[in-house]
């Protein structure tokens, strides 16, 4: 599976929008980009997939680079909720690798009241 | 609808027993996956099972398996424990083939003593 890079930690002020970037320079032209969050004492959840196009949900927005090089999820407005480990992973949507999920060591995102 | 739930939250075992984990998916889904969590190691995949089958393999050594009932149900289990097998383990269901989101679990705290 192609790597991603991302800093291991961030500090975000609430109610201020969040940029968590992440690398992934040996992306292959069938590998999705998903993000996955981990809250304290939680397992992981889901919170946003996109192949090329810049995707919004209601949870945050995914803006990838033209080269699909990059990508950042985009917190727009960051609460104290939304303190969790962020994790960006590479999908291989052709060749079937089944449905697990090779985690990084993602990036620790802290929000300041 | 309810969430993936596993059993028990919370376990002690000793070194050189047996322990086993359950799971059970989010209805309907039929795709189950394992994950070990660690400080060090951070989250890495064990398992997946779909439709009874085991579709892929992490490296972990034979003590580490697991099984997938008919009602999507799995469990794993882990021989001769060591106490390096002091984990979370995170169980994850998607509702088909991949690539499909994947809902976690809120894990099973397991400390080897």
């Known amino acids: 599976d192609a790597k991603t890079t991302q800093p291991n930690s961030m500090e975000s002020n609430e109610e201020e929008p969040v940029h968590l970037p992440c690398n992934h320079s040996t992306i292959s032209g069938t590998d999705y980009i998903h993000w996955y969050r981990q809250l304290p004492s939680q397992g992981p959840e889901y919170v946003i997939h996109g192949l090329t196009s810049n995707v919004n949900n209601r949870m945050a927005s995914l803006a990838i680079a033209e080269d699909r090089k990059s990508s950042t999820l985009i917190l727009h407005r960051a609460t104290l909720r939304d303190a969790a480990v962020y994790y960006c992973?590479?999908?291989?949507?052709?060749?079937?690798?089944?449905?697990?999920?090779?985690f990084g060591g993602g990036t620790r995102l802290m929000v300041k009241p | 609808k309810a969430g993936v739930t596993q059993t028990p939250r919370y376990l002690i075992k000793t070194r050189g027993q047996q322990v086993t984990l359950s799971c059970s998916p989010i209805?309907?889904?039929?795709?189950v996956s394992w994950y070990q969590q660690t400080p060090g190691q951070g989250l890495q995949f064990l398992f997946e099972y779909f439709s009874e089958t085991q579709r892929n393999k992490g490296n972990f050594p034979g003590r580490f398996s697991g099984r997938q009932f008919s009602n999507s149900r799995s469990e794993m289990n882990v021989s001769t424990l060591e106490l390096g097998d002091s984990a979370l383990y995170l169980c994850?269901?998607?509702?088909?083939?991949?690539?499909?989101?994947?809902?976690f679990g809120p894990g099973t705290r397991l400390t080897v003593l």
């Open positions: 994850a269901s998607s509702l088909t083939l991949p690539p499909d989101t994947q809902y």
């Open positions: 992973i590479l999908r291989d949507s052709i060749n079937n690798a089944g449905n697990m999920l090779t």
């Open positions: 209805s309907g889904h039929r795709s």
